[in-house]
């Protein structure tokens, strides 16, 4: 007992010794990355813009490896992925979908390389359990599902509380949501829902005449037109727009926000698979973290401090369906979906 | 006139082997992706054997099927209205004294400039139903509560869809008109007939090979069309054919479902020309007697103005209206603001152009494929149309149907078309430059194709002939003869290709691979991610550097293209 404690008590001191955001193992990775020159990651993750800082965070750390992204929707990117494994093609080093679904088929289909990354220990602690058991795909982003409003016409204090304030008459053409079909944020946000409210839920919302978007990020553009005055969001695109100066702005619902959780995975015939590791580490790591703050995005690192104006994922009342529920509810709620609004 | 099948002998010309290359190049083009789809309609997803199911399953639901017949609701209504659009301002411009020639012109260029789903999204500030520009100005003026526009309905979806489909049809129409002589026109009037009898019963039937061909393009553009539907019809609560496609290719992928689903559009193309060949046929539309007669524009008088008024009203629409949203969001902090002088910034054009990395690339890229894929596209099709006119080979008029066939599919499907065809052997192109170029090529052959047929019907083979009797061989009769009479009309199609193929989306967005990003697939990726201004940013940067090459084009060339200035 006293020997685990010295040697926590040590590993303690040399964490606080050793640079910021270095790991066991980073020199060797690196020097090993650097023979392989580039990676190219296919990412469904976050905007574009984010996307380009972070390779370029990336580059910068760790100069001599280049990063390429191919920044797409995640059915896009799983389907290119798809074309590459079947034309036996190498090119995407790191896959980062935000479909769940996808990641069991790609584990199943064998098509990742397990990874323990060294950075885990950092995950905030709420986000680990969505990791896979045996290390094929890690947590490596979050995002949340809000109440969204114009506040050049909705004032603070009209502005809905809870999700079913979104039913109420008065909202009635005003709402705007996405299409579970196209989007997995939208997607989980319907399973959650009907968690929570059963499939009356939507019943009820339909009678509003919701404006139905593809993207969950649609909702943003429909909000700035005052399209809509309303919307289920995401809080990253809100929080970037309204930086921006666009006149938005968030509620944290009391009934719970709904935490989207992405994972990303190393892809087995990856043509460089230490720059791969190399990059898993970087998406973990503080510096990566910071990066992705700076554009108005959650982080997934403990230690590292959510944006202004958006709160802490720690400090909010989160809901979230399991990856069984997602996995099961997302086919089933898609058609649900489409009975009830028709599209 | 004997025709050429009619002398068996003139297959021993040398030009039959030329003839014989350019259509197994068509074949190889056309044929090969397209044998791939088709089985792989008829392909059973686990086994690989034969199997009927994927037909059951695209059909078997009436929602399907009521998006099928949506899609040939909006096609067949965008079309017509692209005819009440496109037609009297090709007619103002080519045969008329209106004014302002140059400025309808340079706006139905910028028309066909700007990507749709950037149109439509511009469409969506105009004309929503709860905060739409015009709805606002409409309350304002009249004092209702509530604006008569609402861009979330299929008349919606019409609209916006004919605003970026019309310049084909101006184009194609005005191409025509500009070789109508004024003679025939003269003989009505010396006969007692009006302008507005001689325009309908002398120069419009005249130019109808050209407006039906139009007609098939848009029709089959509109319903192959992903973007604008899937902003406008979905909030607007219906589907079409694209957006139930979109869902086949949802996780997880029914290639083969979605191979089956679009099949059946190959029939309706089949329809579409025999009608086109049996309204045509059985009257000569030969106009284009060489270098002879004399055109003068059509005297106006007052109505002029309106003729200006009206071309002015449509491309304010296509045009004007949607460029100022546009540009408005591209310099923007936040276009949600509106208006206002402090909320003006060049930082998203900045971002854009020199922080994004792939911006340049792309755009290189976009325009370098466009180029070289317009090239390919525009020498097969004359060759196939001029073969098929002349009836240099048996059954030439099946090369018709091969040559439009890959309009109808899809973009989408056909692209798994492409990938099928060129991932394995005996041409394994994925991962290059050629993939996408042979692909554009392929996708735009059919408007290549109507514009090189249209333009070789006009020309009277005894113009030919003329050059035969005199001992010239085939091809140098088609150098000497047909050639310089065909230059005009290639430097418009070559433009009516490229454009296209500047935008093109659907087929890309599978086969680029990193090195080989176009602007297109990155426009489209900022479509979901909420960021307008972005959005609006590299749209206009899309349209400004095609404006600029075409203008270099007509430096280059010499001539003004499209717009030739009749004297005055």
Redesign the interface.
Same mark, same amino acid.
């Given at each position: 007992m006293i020997t685990r404690i010295l040697a926590l008590a040590a590993a303690v001191v040399l964490l606080g010794s050793a640079p910021a955001g270095a790991f066991d193992g980073e020199k060797p990775l690196y020097e090993a990355a650097k023979k392989e020159k580039e990676i190219t990651w296919y990412t469904a993750h976050y905007n574009s813009e984010t996307a380009a800082a972070i390779c370029q965070g990336f580059e910068k750390k760790y100069p001599g490896v280049k990063c390429n992204y191919v920044r797409t929707t995640a059915q896009v990117a799983y389907q290119r992925l798809a074309q590459d494994q079947k034309a036996g093609i190498a090119q995407a080093s790191v896959i980062s979908s935000t479909d769940q679904g996808h990641y069991t088929k790609m584990k199943q289909d064998g098509w990742l390389l397990p990874y323990k990354p060294k950075n885990l220990s950092e995950l905030v602690d709420a986000f680990k359990p969505f990791n896979d058991p045996d290390d094929q795909f890690v947590a490596t982003a979050a995002g949340l599902v809000l109440i969204t409003y114009n506040t050049s016409v909705v004032a603070p204090s009209e502005a809905p509380k809870r999700w079913t304030d979104l039913t109420d008459p008065k909202w009635k053409n005003k709402v705007s949501i996405g299409h579970p079909g196209f989007s997995g944020y939208v997607g989980t946000w319907v399973v959650q829902m009907k968690k929570l409210y059963g499939w009356d839920y939507f019943k009820k919302l339909e009678q509003n005449k919701p404006r139905i978007g593809r993207s969950i990020n649609d909702t943003v553009t429909m909000l700035n037109a005052k399209e809509s005055l309303v919307a289920a969001g995401p809080s990253a695109t809100t929080l970037e727009s309204k930086a921006k100066g666009n006149p938005l702005a968030v509620v944290y619902p009391e009934d719970g926000a709904v935490l989207m959780v992405s994972a990303s995975g190393i892809v087995k015939n990856a043509p460089a698979p230490n720059a791969a590791k190399l990059f898993m580490e970087y998406l973990l790591s503080r510096e990566g973290n910071e990066v992705v703050v700076s554009q108005y995005q959650d982080p997934v690192n403990k230690h590292v401090k959510p944006m202004a104006g958006g709160k802490s994922i720690a400090d909010v009342r989160t809901i979230r369906p399991s990856l069984t529920e997602i996995e099961k509810g997302i086919p089933e709620v898609k058609e649900l979906f489409r009975e009830t609004f028709g599209i | 006139m004997v025709t050429e099948a009619a002398r068996p002998e003139r297959h021993l010309d040398r030009s039959a082997i030329v003839w014989a290359l350019f259509v197994i190049v068509l074949l190889v083009l056309v044929v090969n992706p397209l044998a791939r789809l088709l089985w792989t309609s008829f392909q059973h997803p686990d086994t690989g054997g034969f199997t009927l199911e994927n037909y059951a399953a695209a059909y078997g639901r009436w929602?399907y099927v009521e998006a099928l017949l949506n899609s040939l609701v909006v096609g067949f209504a965008a079309a017509l209205l692209c005819v009440v659009f496109g037609v009297p301002m090709a007619w103002a411009v080519s045969r008329t004294d209106m004014p302002a020639k140059g400025l309808v012109w340079a706006a139905v260029l910028g028309t066909f400039i700007m990507p749709n789903y950037l149109g439509a999204?511009a469409w969506?500030?105009l004309a929503?139903?709860?905060?739409?520009w015009l709805n606002r100005a409409f309350t304002a003026l009249t004092g209702a509560t509530a604006g008569p526009f609402n861009v979330?309905s299929m008349p919606g979806l019409v609209l916006v869809i004919a605003c970026y489909s019309f310049p084909y049809m101006f184009v194609f129409t005005r191409g025509a008109l500009d070789l109508v002589s004024s003679e025939m026109e003269d003989a009505a009037s010396t006969l007692g007939a009006g302008i507005a009898r001689t325009t309908l019963r002398i120069t419009l039937p005249l130019v109808l090979p050209a407006i039906l061909g139009a007609f098939i393009v848009v029709f089959l553009e509109a319903i192959a069309l992903f973007g604008t539907p899937?902003l406008i019809?979905?909030?607007a609560?219906?589907?079409v054919m694209t957006?139930t496609l979109?869902?086949m290719? +949802?996780?997880?992928?029914r290639l083969q479902v979605a191979a089956a689903y679009s099949m059946p559009l190959l029939l309706i193309t089949v329809f579409l020309f025999w009608l086109q060949y049996r309204i045509i046929a059985r009257k000569g539309y030969v106009a284009l007697t060489g270098k002879g007669g004399e055109r003068r524009p059509v005297q106006l008088g007052i109505w002029r103005w309106v003729a200006l008024g009206y071309c002015l009203f449509v491309t304010s629409l296509s045009f004007f209206l949607p460029l100022l949203v546009v540009l408005q969001a591209a310099f923007a902090?936040?276009?949600?603001?509106g208006f206002a002088l402090d909320?003006v910034t060049l930082r998203n054009v900045r971002?854009v152009l020199f922080?994004?990395?792939s911006t340049r690339r792309a755009t290189l890229n976009t325009f370098l494929y466009a180029g070289a894929a317009s090239l390919i596209a525009l020498a097969l099709a004359l060759a196939i149309a001029y073969i098929v006119a002349r009836r240099l080979v048996p059954m030439g008029r099946v090369l018709t149907y091969v040559a439009m066939a890959p309009f109808v599919i899809p973009g989408i499907v056909l692209a798994i078309g492409f990938?099928a065809a060129y991932?394995t052997r005996p041409l394994v192109l994925?991962?290059t430059a050629w993939i996408l170029i042979l692909a554009f090529a392929t996708r735009f052959l059919p408007i290549a194709y109507t514009n090189s047929d249209a333009a070789i019907r006009a020309i009277n083979p005894e113009l030919e002939d003329a050059a035969r009797i005199l001992g010239g061989s085939r091809l140098l009769s088609l150098r000497k003869v047909v050639g310089p009479l065909l230059k005009r009309g290639l430097a418009g199609a070559f433009i009516l290709v490229f454009i296209p193929a500047t935008r093109e989306l659907s087929s890309a967005?599978?086969l680029y691979?990193?090195g080989t990003?176009v602007l297109s697939?990155?426009l489209f990726?900022?479509s979901? +991610?909420?960021?307008? +201004?972005?959005l609006s940013a590299m749209g206009l940067i899309l349209v400004v550097v095609t404006v600029a090459l075409i203008l270099v084009g007509f430096r280059l060339v010499g001539r003004d293209f499209l717009l030739r200035r009749t004297a005055t």
């Open positions: - | 929602r999204v969506i500030l929503g139903p709860n905060a739409g979330y899937a019809a979905l909030p609560r219906f589907q957006t979109w869902q290719f +949802e996780f997880p992928p902090n936040a276009w949600g603001r909320n971002f922080d994004q990395p990938y991932t994925y991962g967005i599978f691979t990193t990003q697939v990155l990726d900022k979901d +991610e909420g960021n307008f +201004e972005l």
